[in-house]
Nanobody, 124 residues
Framework: VQLQASGGGLVQAGGSLRLACAAS????????MGWFRQAPGKEREFVAG????????YYADSVKGRFAISRDNAKNTVYLQMNSLKPEDTAVYYC??????????????????WGQGTLVTVSS
């Protein structure tokens, strides 16, 4: 499966962005899909994850109440709506797919396909 992330950009603190992750090659409706981010000089970290339809999404504590992950199976796309953005949200955001549901949604090593990343910059 190929993943293409888009929607990043420059936004002021308090603003919003919506990232999209378009998948091709396979349908992602039964995959665990996640968003991760990596800030300069830091390790890649979990942001949000969604299992198949009907299961509640899972979020990192740092984004709970501000970010929302969703999927549109008809478009084979996963979204990350980011509201109330903070400068510390600045990072390259990556979408990823766990095609075998390896276990924990927040475990980076469980994901076997990754998109190329999209840069989000939040100015203060």
């Amino acid at each position: 499966v190929q993943l293409q992330a888009s929607g990043g950009g420059l936004v002021q603190a308090g603003g919003s962005l919506r990232l999209a992750c378009a998948a091709s090659g396979r349908t992602i409706s039964t995959y665990v899909m996640g968003w991760f981010r990596q800030a300069p000089g830091k390790e890649r970290e979990f942001v949000a994850g969604t299992r198949w339809s009907g299961m509640p999404p899972y979020y990192a504590d740092s984004v709970k109440g501000r970010f929302a992950i969703s999927r549109d199976n008809a478009k084979n796309t996963v979204y990350l709506q980011m509201n109330s953005l903070k400068p510390e949200d600045t990072a390259v955001y990556y979408c990823a797919a766990d095609t075998s549901y390896s276990g924990r949604v927040d475990q980076l090593s469980n994901y076997d396909y990754w998109g190329q990343g999209t840069l989000v910059t939040v100015s203060s």
